[in-house]
């Protein structure tokens, strides 16, 4: 993962920042590009494991059409009201499909901390429920940029 960022060093959030940012954020926006190079951005839910988003998307979605077509992505997950207040994280880089498609809970070794986390976050639950239409997508970011206009005010 290369963080991305040369200017606005002052209000990057340090590994540790991102790492509970991302951990406390529900809603992340992704964008992916069509065939004929329209991007296309939606909403969906994920999970940060300190390297890698996982996303647990629809798999009749055009998002997972456009990704298999074109394994390219850009998600951002931001927050704030006022200007002062704005702070977020942009990753960039290329999905990977993991699992079986779509899942219906064979095991997998590489899915068993992400499905624990998401059925944790997003349902209070221990295990993952599987319904047969979603499958798991990660992302190993090759870039990150993050900003938190929080520490341009100084101390009142």
Known sequence: MTVAQRRGRRIMMT?????????GQR?????TVSQEGMPHVGALWF??????VWF???TRSLRWAQL??????AVVVDDGVEYGELRGVEL?????????IPRRGEGCVDLESPERMFASKYF?????????????LRLTPQTVRSWDFRKMSGPA
Request: glycine content about 8%; aromatic content about 10%.
């Open 15 to 23: 590994d540790a920042e991102r790492d509970a940012y991302l951990a």
């Open 27 to 31: 809603t992340c926006r992704v964008a």
């Open 47 to 52: 999970v940060w494991d300190g390297s890698s």
């Open 56 to 58: 647990y998307s629809l």
């Open 68 to 73: 298999r077509r074109d394994p390219r992505i």
């Open 92 to 100: 960039t880089g290329e999905v990977s499909f993991v699992g079986e």
């Open 124 to 136: 209070g639950i221990e295990s993952m429920p599987h319904d047969e239409r979603h499958a798991w």
